[in-house]
């Protein structure tokens, strides 16, 4: 038997009732055809005159602001960080990124037919995702990958060194660096760049991932219930596989992912559209620089810019593993929308 549903709409929704009704028809038909145990979305117009949230659920009782794990939606928040570091001169895109990580940790990191190409990854390869190196939860030659284990709803944990050396032993390029003056190139979405990302941005600015995010977007934005996982962070909605509850904080911690809300979500959004997380506005122009279709049909830019897809069936993470999903998308001009769903 189907359990009944709980739906709780925002009390601030300004959308006519018509409106408020279909788009509640639309998440609970969603939660139900996908079977999930609970969603939450969120949805307003340009000039912020128009918004509707709500929360829907089969078992738990979550609230239109309930903080939810973001998963690979942080990924905007490391590529803002990544172009506020090329603004300031801290790093170059066009720079190898042998110049900003130690040798001996990346040595032989990307090794295809015999040939070490390491030095000749940029970090614009790795915000484009078109470096070639594979994702540390995908297949290995040997062994369980993370991607299974958290499929199964199995906890796991994991270091950068640990993650780079299964790149490194267990996996192999997908294809060579790419040539980033042609007309197009080949994508391929891989977490292991964006895990690069993070240390380079540290290593360019001297300071810390928590403490790029509150000085240079958190604290400046107002996201007040944007930050990464801690004892301090408001515990965010569960994870499932299937009909059994999972609690997965290893993951969580490991991956370097936020816990957000679809508020601090829109209001991110919004601020990096308008190109008001750079001291030039011309900044944001960088995250479309290019487009390609990658070889998991997705199409990419900057990583993370203005949404490349429209679903939130895009975040890596959240579609592939955890089935957790959040994401502030832009289906049409003037509008603007987050949506989260929580079910392994």
């Not at 949805?43 to 089969?58: H, N, P, Q």
């Not at 990854?121 to 297949?139: C, M, N, Q």
């Amino acid at each position: 038997m189907t359990p009944p549903l709980t739906t709780t709409s925002a009390p601030d929704n300004t959308t006519s009732r018509n409106v408020a009704s279909r788009l509640t028809r639309l998440m609970e038909n969603l939660v139900t055809r996908r079977r999930l145990h609970h969603a939450i979305a969120a949805i307003e117009t340009g000039d912020r005159k128009l918004r509707w949230s709500a929360a829907c659920s089969t078992a738990e009782s979550p609230h239109s602001r309930s903080p939810f794990f973001i998963a690979s939606i942080t990924k905007r928040f490391i590529i803002t960080l990544v172009l506020q570091a090329h603004e300031r001169g801290e790093l170059e895109l066009s720079a190898p990124i042998t110049g900003y990580l130690p040798a001996e940790s990346i040595a032989g990191l990307h090794v295809l037919h015999g040939v070490d190409r390491t030095s000749a990854i940029t970090v614009r390869h790795l915000a484009s995702h078109t470096s070639g190196l594979p994702d540390y939860f995908e297949k290995r030659r040997s062994g369980t990958s993370l991607n299974e284990h958290l499929r199964a709803g199995r906890d796991q944990a994991w270091s950068f060194e640990h993650a780079l050396r299964i790149v490194r032993e267990q996996q192999r390029p997908h294809f060579v660096p790419q040539d980033l003056a042609a007309t197009r190139q080949k994508a391929r979405y891989s977490d292991t760049g964006f895990q690069l990302l993070i240390r380079i941005v540290e290593a360019a600015t001297g300071k810390s991932f928590a403490d790029l995010l509150a000085e240079r977007i958190t604290t400046p934005l107002g996201l007040g219930h944007t930050r990464l996982p801690g004892p301090e962070t408001a515990a965010p909605l569960p994870l499932h596989t299937g009909e059994r509850r999972v609690e997965l904080p290893s993951l969580i911690e490991s991956s370097n992912d936020l816990i957000s809300t679809t508020d601090d979500l829109l209001t991110f959004q919004r601020a990096l559209l308008a190109g008001e997380v750079f001291d030039n506005t011309r900044t944001v122009h960088l995250l479309t620089e290019r487009r390609n279709r990658s070889a998991t049909s997705r199409s990419f830019a900057m990583d993370s810019a203005p949404c490349t897809s429209p679903s939130a069936a895009s975040c890596r993470l959240a579609a592939a593993r955890s089935r957790s999903s959040a994401t502030p998308a832009s289906p049409g001009p003037g509008c603007s929308t987050a949506r989260s769903s929580i079910c392994i």
